[in-house]
């Protein structure tokens, strides 16, 4: 019913800029939390930047004056704007989505599949 579709991701060069764009569509009553995490090769994944419904954010101290998240509550999209960008930025991005269903009270996660971001030295 839910699809959270990610999509911007590619090779780009040290100090160059991406912008990827996640798409949440299907039934729910309303989207709360919004957020972008990666994962590099063999490590855990890690929150990079979240964005509540009212768009408060909150970003990881490793991107912080770099990266940007935004969204637009009626595309129901969320964005992150990667400026600055460094090898260790390198790893895959996956967009999620905490939001309200309709026919349960409380809230439920969704994730994209990811998208790959490699930057080069």
């Known amino acids: 019913q839910v699809q959270v579709v990610e999509s911007g991701g590619g090779l780009v060069q040290a100090g160059g800029s991406l912008r990827l764009s996640c798409a949440v569509s299907?039934?729910?009553?309303?989207?709360?939390?919004m957020g972008w995490y990666r994962q590099a090769p063999g490590k855990q994944r890690e929150l990079v930047a979240i964005?509540?419904?009212?768009?408060?954010?909150n970003y990881a101290d490793s991107v912080k004056g770099r990266f940007t998240i935004s969204r637009d509550n009626g595309k129901n999209t969320v964005y992150l704007q990667m400026n600055s960008l460094k090898p260790e930025d390198t790893a895959v991005y996956y967009c999620?989505?905490?939001?309200?269903?309709?026919?349960?009270?409380?809230?439920?996660?969704?994730w994209g599949q990811g998208t790959q971001v490699t930057v080069s030295s």
């Open positions: 999620n989505a905490v939001l309200r269903p309709f026919t349960w009270s409380g809230v439920s996660s969704y």
């Open positions: 299907g039934s729910f009553f309303s989207i709360n939390t």
């Open positions: 964005i509540s419904s009212g768009g408060t954010t």
